[in-house]
């Protein structure tokens, strides 16, 4: 059975913060436009562009449908080609399988890699991909826990059991 921990509303904030805080101790780059990677990095980019005052736009890679993301994403390497600096937000960088696909999809867009960041909430130490900002660091070699962010803690018991299920990996 795996461990179920929540995380509280003022934690989810003050990870924002501990992110806005790392955008703004990088002085040579600031994005032009935060992303949030549907459905998980919505709710922190719509924080983080508040906390940051910039704008959001999004991309949805909740379904895994790749031919409702191609479009999207053959914009944003379009808007790379003309000098804006993406960050992608997510909330967990975990098996790094979410932000592969996107680096592997822009990269087939034509995305100009120099002005591509992620940053997550939490970030996977062993994860196969490297976020640029983190709030926190977790070892799923030894942390087993199913994460709860608030947006998800109004699902019932039974979607959030079905999620861990999906990723018996992750939590074994």
Known sequence: MPVFT??????FVADVLALADALRADPDWRP????????GGLIPAVYLSHAIVGP???VDYSARNEDLAAPALARLAERTREGARLLFIDDINDSG????RLRVGLSNAGADAAHIR???LLDNITSQQRVDYAARTIDRSVTKDWFIFPWEAVAPDAAIEADAAELPD???
Do not use: N
């Open 6 to 11: 929540p995380i509280p509303h003022e934690q």
């Open 32 to 39: 032009d436009y935060l992303i949030g990677i549907g459905r």
């Open 56 to 58: 959001m736009l999004s």
């Open 97 to 100: 399988a979410t932000i592969g």
């Open 118 to 120: 992620f940053a997550t």
């Open 170 to 172: 992750r939590i074994a």
